[in-house]
């Protein structure tokens, strides 16, 4: 900033610098990063000298544009540890009407002080201590509880909510203490008011649900489990009946468009995955007779499934799989460890009898493809997910996922549960009766079906057809001798299935020899 320009700025006098101040928010209000103030000196002059016009009552005039300033300045986090104080905070939260003292500002000077206070929030770890003993969160919380005797602009409205998320993301401490000032209860009543505005238009409106998200993701902050703030298991049974009704509500309303609703489905799903698995059958109510399914509503449940099909074709990257399927898959798999009804229901949608048993279960685009393809991706946490999802869906029974997977997709999952040598029962609390009914289709070919690829596959020729005892011999030794320098060279490391169902290395090729005749036992067995 010319030398000039920069003594009016920090004069003292606001009518002075009041023309350098709007001139400067003129020039920077795209801007995020401030090194040629940082390094003469210059920051710190303008913001010693902006916070002088704010608490100067005459100078009320500018305070907008002051606050524009510091909403500016903050985004660059050099010297704003240094610099904060408890006096320049409170300042803010003044300027918000949600301090300690009394104040009836306008909606635009309330907005940008919100603006400055999220960006010092995000920016200074010495400003996220602060908010464990300052007047935030309790004065957003009282204006929550006051909106319904008076309206509010929606933008302070919008500001209040993306303040509060940071406050207690960036802060777990200060959650409790949001809970203890009534915080998820006044949440869950603004929710309702939002849905009774609404009641009788036929979709929210984008502010609405842009509002929506904010308040759902502090409801996740003060919902999700942290070291030292889980409320009392009374506590929660309250909190997340709320929840489940109130999200329910929340799946079944439309947006005006579809990335609206998408960002609406998405922020209930996340709020969902920190709600116990016992609470999710509570997301279908009873319905009429012969309607439904088992005499349920699974309105919700097509919903869910259906926003996890639309993540699943719109997924590219597998650097987002985890940020994106995440979640839906995570609140998916509660949905069928939660009651056999639920699992039945869903099984129906996923895994329903297979027909078409000439394709591998990874090709396709039914959702059962999609899933197979994902149990041998990268991204480790959707892989798992994916393998718990359709293991219980298949009642944790290892031949009832290898029909539906193939042997090698699932063999991943398989090695980490120890159930590679193909063995396992169903788990506790499944019934006994199987839920299996086989189509024609899959009986006619099932002799045929490759149990590892997972799907049939036409019977080839016999290679060793015409072979001699002495020819069959040397070409296994050509093999083993081929794998032998394979394991020498560091290429592959075989390995043999251990007692507890897990692959363990073997030292030499031969030592696979031991395995053959328990091996030829076990499939006359099976056979």
């Keep these: ?16 610098a009041q023309d350098p101040i709007r001139n400067f928010v003129d020039q920077n209000d795209q801007k995020f990063h401030f090194v040629e103030l940082t390094t003469n000196g210059q920051w710190k002059g303008l913001w010693e000298a902006t916070f002088i016009y704010l608490n100067t009552p005459t100078a009320s005039e500018i305070h907008r544009e002051c606050l524009s300033v510091v909403r500016i300045l903050s985004r660059d986090k050099t ?8 006096e320049r905070i409170n300042c803010l939260l003044n300027a918000a009407n949600i301090g300690s003292e009394n104040h009836n500002h306008g909606s635009g000077v309330v907005i940008e002080a919100l603006k400055c206070l999220c960006n010092l929030v995000f920016n200074s770890k010495k400003c996220q201590e602060m908010c464990l003993t300052n007047t935030s969160t309790k004065g957003i919380i009282n204006r929550i509880h006051l909106q319904k005797q008076q309206e509010v602009e929606y933008e302070i409205q919008y500001f209040d909510m993306k303040l509060l998320f940071l406050i207690t993301a960036l802060n777990p401490q200060v959650r409790k203490k949001v809970r203890d000032d009534n915080g998820m209860i006044h949440l869950l009543e603004k929710v309702q008011l939002i849905i009774k505005e609404n009641q009788d238009c036929d979709a929210f ?80 109510t009873e319905c009429e007779e012969g309607k439904g399914f088992e005499g349920q509503d699974m309105a919700v449940v097509d919903i869910l499934l259906n926003f996890l099909r639309l993540r699943l074709e719109s997924m590219q990257k597998v650097s987002m799989q985890n940020e994106c399927l995440s979640p839906i898959l995570t609140a998916l798999v509660k949905c069928v460890r939660s009651s056999s009804c639920l699992r039945r229901y869903i099984r129906i ?31 480790l946490q959707v892989r798992d997910l994916v393998a718990e999802f359709l293991f219980v869906m298949c009642k944790e029974n290892v031949g009832r996922m290898i029909k539906y997977t193939g042997y090698g997709n699932a063999a991943g999952m398989f090695a980490n549960r120890g ?31 490759n149990p590892v690829l997972g799907c049939y596959e036409p019977k080839r020729p016999n290679i060793f057809e015409g072979m001699t005892e002495e020819q069959k011999e040397y070409e296994a ?51």
């Design 349 to 379: 949608q996923v895994l329903p009898p297979l027909r078409d048993v000439h394709r591998r279960p990874e090709d396709g685009t039914e959702l059962r493809n999609y899933l197979c393809r994902l149990l041998t991706t990268p991204a």
């Design 205 to 284: 409106f984008d502010k609405q649900v842009d509002l929506l998200g904010e308040i759902l993701k502090v409801l996740f902050n003060l919902t999700v489990p942290s070291d030292s703030t889980i409320p009392a298991e009374d506590e929660q049974a309250v909190h997340f009946r709320g929840l489940i009704v109130v999200l329910r509500e929340l799946f079944l309303r439309r947006a005006t468009s579809k990335e609206k609703q998408h960002d609406l489905w998405s922020n209930c799903v996340n709020l969902l995955t920190s709600v116990p698995t016992a609470n999710f059958t509570e997301l279908t």
């Design 419 to 449: 159930l590679l040598g193909g063995h396992g029962n169903p788990g506790e609390g499944y019934s006994s009766d199987s839920e299996d009914s086989d189509t024609e289709e899959y009986k006619e070919l099932q002799h045929g079906i």
């Design 1 to 16: 900033m010319e030398k000039d320009i920069y003594g009016k700025f920090t004069s003292g006098e606001w009518k002075i």
């Design 79 to 86: 010297y704003l540890d240094q610099c904060i104080t408890e």
């Design 477 to 527: 030794m050509e093999l083993v001798s081929l794998m032998d320098k394979l394991q020498r060279q560091g290429i592959m490391q075989p390995g043999r299935i251990g007692p507890d169902g897990r692959p363990v290395p073997v030292d030499h090729i031969l030592e696979l020899q031991e395995e053959l005749p328990q091996q030829q036992s076990d499939h006359k067995r099976k056979t």
